[in-house]
């Protein structure tokens, strides 16, 4: 034997210039010993085993996935990078598909296999290269059907993919049919109340949005058959809304009570009869058994709920609302309480309310859910009383506000990606994309606080900020993606003390270095498949996505030890519908639009 000609295989020690007759048994042999798909309701993946069959250990490779659509070329998915797998090992993995299996972005009726292909550039020697490829076939088990999920049972938008959460109540004409003085023209005046029921409204226990004018004489004088336009401080109502999550429901309307008046009260008087009234109507509400549900249901539910089932709940509750406050007025119960406060408290200043100033109400409510689809709703209500007889019409509009963050503000949940354009022209050069900036979710909003976002910018390194703040300056789109996963205390730690470590960290200069690393990260078509990556892990400076992506791999959700993924090879566009990331672990949803 000749000891400088020898060399090692695996842990086996070799002379070449022994003979072997059966040199395949020193090799390694990795074969896919199981594959399946995994189809539940809360996950949805290709489960694989790759099994170390030689005699030798294997050096580093690649597990690949791809899709086989019909009439279509193969796709590829994603690949995993094992360092190693000794003789005898096995390696197991789950690959994530519900992004594939969702039917809003794309489902699997059009795929006809999933490929499995190990050690695809054959880098490791193997003593059988023909087990290193699986097809798992789909069939009908997998391909959900059109109702398996639907986005408007998680987010406020309309059928389009659109967001309307500023709903507009305009009460726009009145007309005496029949006036209630003989001697004149009847002096008719409103009293508006605007009702909303949503998320923030049973967080904060008070249903009645206040008209911005009730004070006497609000509309003109009339006679018989004339009619006059309501001015928008008295009938315009504007409702911002918050829905509840999963079932995004809201209801919205307006509470309408018409009088007449002679020798009416002082404007100090009427003030104190419409919180009399604003305070009966929300007491109606708190009192009624579907509200006290529906509050139990808005703290309970969280987005990574499917499958509940009350549509209708909505539409029953706000019968229930206009048939208890139709009820409480036409008993007298409202207009009681104003009379008592009016004529007990302010008799001497002339603030009587006699019976025949009271002509009657109507209310208007409408769900949420219908009126975002339509987004035009017209109506018209005949209210009489003590001899006269009025008419009011008016329109409910839905239309998109400029700023959603309250919409959203109850459903930005820790990990929760928010995308930015148009921060960084440099960005979106480099990477082709819309986005340039993105941060992460650091806290939750409570009843008192806002969103707090973890980002790194020029200005001020990595840093936290309030969401708020953020969106009301900033002059570009904002979108985010919720992050579907379970989260657990340890990936909360993990990204508290990810900022405790990077606290003030400066951002990656704009000098020659800074430029080539972000070019290098924008580079990663050859990088993340398969070919050599440009850019090392280095944290002394970092930028926006090398900091989210440094979170996601703190918090385990994307791989640490995978050398083509360091945290610096990610860009904003990385974190976009526009690339296809996957995660060991849950999935980032749809883009929802924040700021346009």
């Given at each position: 034997m000749?000891?400088?000609n020898?060399?090692?295989i695996?842990?086996?020690?070799?002379?070449?210039?022994?003979?072997?007759?059966?040199?395949?048994?020193?090799?390694?042999?990795?074969?896919?010993?199981?594959?399946?798909?995994?189809?539940?309701?809360?996950?949805?993946?290709?489960?694989?085993?790759?099994?170390?069959?030689?005699?030798?250990?294997?050096?580093?490779?690649?597990?690949r996935?791809?899709?086989?659509?019909?009439?279509?070329s193969?796709?590829?998915?994603?690949?995993?990078w094992?360092?190693?797998?000794?003789?005898?090992?096995?390696f197991?993995?789950?690959f994530?598909?519900?992004r594939?299996?969702?039917?809003?972005?794309?489902?699997?009726?059009?795929?006809?296999?999933?490929?499995?292909?190990?050690d695809?550039?054959n880098?490791?020697?193997?003593?059988?290269?023909?087990?290193?490829?699986?097809?798992?076939?789909?069939?009908?088990?997998?391909?959900?059907?059109?109702s398996?999920?639907?986005?408007n049972n998680?987010?406020p938008?309309?059928?389009?993919?659109?967001?309307?959460?500023?709903?507009?109540f305009?009460?726009?004409?009145?007309?005496?049919i029949?006036?209630?003085?003989?001697?004149g023209a009847?002096e008719?005046f409103l009293?508006?109340?605007g009702?909303?029921?949503?998320?923030?409204?049973?967080?904060?226990?008070?249903?009645?949005?206040?008209?911005?004018?009730?004070?006497?004489?609000?509309?003109?004088?009339?006679?018989?058959?004339?009619?006059?336009?309501?001015?928008?401080d008295?009938?315009h109502?504007?409702f911002?809304?918050?829905?509840?999550?999963?079932?995004?429901?809201?209801?919205?309307?307006?509470?309408?009570?018409?009088l007449e008046?002679?020798?009416?009260?002082?404007?100090?008087a009427?003030?104190?009869?419409y919180?009399?009234?604003?305070?009966r109507?929300?007491?109606?509400i708190?009192?009624?058994?579907?509200?006290?549900?529906?509050k139990?249901?808005a703290?309970?539910?969280?987005?990574?709920?499917?499958?509940i089932?009350?549509?209708?709940?909505?539409?029953?509750?706000?019968?229930?609302?206009e048939?208890?406050i139709?009820?409480?007025?036409?008993?007298?119960?409202i207009?009681?309480?104003?009379d008592?406060?009016?004529?007990?408290i302010?008799?001497?200043v002339?603030?009587?309310?006699?019976s025949?100033d009271?002509?009657g109400s109507f209310s208007?409510?409408?769900?949420?859910?219908?009126i975002?689809?339509?987004?035009?709703?017209?109506?018209?209500?005949?209210?009489?009383?003590?001899?006269?007889?009025y008419?009011?019409?008016?329109?409910?509009?839905?239309q998109k506000?400029?700023?959603?963050?309250?919409?959203?503000?109850?459903?930005?949940?820790?990990?929760?990606?928010?995308?930015?354009?148009?921060?960084s022209g440099?960005?979106?050069?480099?990477?082709?994309?819309?986005?340039?900036?993105v941060?992460?979710?650091?806290?939750?909003?409570?009843?008192?606080s806002?969103?707090v976002?973890?980002?790194a910018t020029?200005?001020?390194?990595?840093h936290?900020v309030?969401?708020?703040?953020?969106?009301?300056?900033?002059?570009g789109?904002?979108?985010?993606?919720?992050?579907?996963?379970k989260?657990?205390?340890?990936?909360?730690r993990?990204?508290?003390?990810?900022?405790?470590?990077l606290?003030?960290?400066a951002?990656?200069?704009?000098?020659?270095q800074?430029a080539?690393?972000?070019?290098?990260?924008?580079i990663?078509?050859?990088?993340?498949?398969g070919?050599?990556t440009?850019?090392?892990?280095d944290?002394?400076?970092?930028?926006?996505?090398?900091?989210?992506?440094?979170a996601?791999?703190?918090?385990?959700?994307?791989?640490?030890?995978?050398?083509?993924?360091?945290?610096?090879e990610f860009?904003?566009?990385d974190?976009?519908?526009?690339k296809?990331?996957?995660?060991?672990?849950?999935?980032?949803?749809?883009?929802?639009?924040i700021?346009?």
């Amino acid at each position: 034997m000749k000891i400088d000609n020898s060399s090692t295989i695996g842990s086996i020690h070799i002379d070449n210039n022994d003979w072997f007759p059966f040199p395949w048994k020193f090799l390694a042999d990795l074969e896919v010993s199981e594959s399946k798909i995994i189809w539940e309701k809360n996950k949805k993946s290709i489960h694989c085993l790759i099994k170390n069959k030689g005699n030798a250990d294997s050096g580093e490779f690649y597990i690949r996935f791809y899709t086989k659509e019909k009439n279509k070329s193969k796709r590829f998915l994603m690949q995993r990078w094992v360092p190693q797998l000794k003789v005898g090992e096995t390696f197991k993995y789950d690959f994530n598909i519900m992004r594939i299996a969702h039917n809003y972005k794309n489902n699997l009726n059009d795929v006809e296999e999933f490929i499995i292909k190990v050690d695809y550039n054959n880098k490791v020697k193997e003593s059988n290269e023909k087990n290193n490829i699986e097809v798992i076939d789909i069939n009908t088990h997998h391909r959900p059907t059109p109702s398996t999920l639907n986005l408007n049972n998680f987010y406020p938008i309309d059928s389009h993919g659109d967001q309307y959460t500023k709903i507009n109540f305009d009460l726009k004409k009145i007309k005496v049919i029949s006036t209630e003085d003989t001697w004149g023209a009847d002096e008719p005046f409103l009293w508006v109340y605007g009702i909303q029921i949503d998320l923030q409204t049973l967080i904060d226990d008070n249903y009645v949005v206040k008209s911005k004018n009730y004070g006497h004489r609000n509309v003109k004088s009339l006679n018989d058959g004339k009619s006059a336009t309501i001015s928008s401080d008295v009938g315009h109502i504007v409702f911002d809304v918050t829905p509840i999550p999963i079932i995004t429901a809201a209801g919205l309307g307006i509470v309408v009570i018409a009088l007449e008046e002679d020798a009416g009260p002082s404007n100090y008087a009427m003030k104190q009869g419409y919180r009399a009234g604003a305070k009966r109507i929300n007491d109606v509400i708190k009192n009624l058994k579907k509200i006290k549900k529906l509050k139990k249901l808005a703290k309970k539910v969280n987005i990574t709920m499917t499958g509940i089932d009350i549509e209708d709940i909505l539409k029953e509750l706000q019968k229930d609302v206009e048939r208890a406050i139709s009820t409480a007025v036409n008993h007298g119960l409202i207009r009681w309480s104003l009379d008592h406060i009016i004529s007990d408290i302010f008799y001497a200043v002339g603030a009587t309310v006699d019976s025949d100033d009271k002509i009657g109400s109507f209310s208007e409510f409408v769900s949420y859910n219908d009126i975002k689809e339509d987004k035009n709703k017209n109506f018209s209500h005949h209210i009489r009383g003590d001899g006269a007889h009025y008419a009011i019409s008016g329109s409910i509009a839905a239309q998109k506000p400029n700023n959603y963050y309250k919409s959203f503000k109850h459903q930005l949940k820790i990990g929760d990606i928010v995308l930015f354009s148009g921060e960084s022209g440099e960005v979106q050069l480099f990477t082709n994309s819309k986005w340039s900036h993105v941060g992460v979710v650091f806290k939750e909003a409570t009843d008192s606080s806002d969103v707090v976002l973890l980002e790194a910018t020029p200005a001020h390194g990595v840093h936290l900020v309030s969401l708020k703040e953020k969106v009301d300056d900033y002059d570009g789109d904002i979108s985010f993606r919720h992050l579907n996963v379970k989260r657990t205390s340890s990936m909360k730690r993990a990204l508290i003390n990810l900022y405790r470590e990077l606290r003030g960290r400066a951002y990656e200069s704009r000098d020659y270095q800074g430029a080539r690393e972000l070019s290098n990260a924008a580079i990663d078509t050859l990088d993340k498949n398969g070919g050599q990556t440009l850019n090392h892990e280095d944290l002394s400076k970092v930028f926006c996505s090398e900091l989210v992506a440094e979170a996601y791999q703190r918090m385990g959700l994307l791989s640490s030890n995978d050398p083509l993924y360091p945290s610096n090879e990610f860009t904003p566009k990385d974190f976009s519908e526009e690339k296809e990331l996957d995660l060991l672990k849950g999935e980032l949803l749809m883009e929802l639009i924040i700021k346009k």
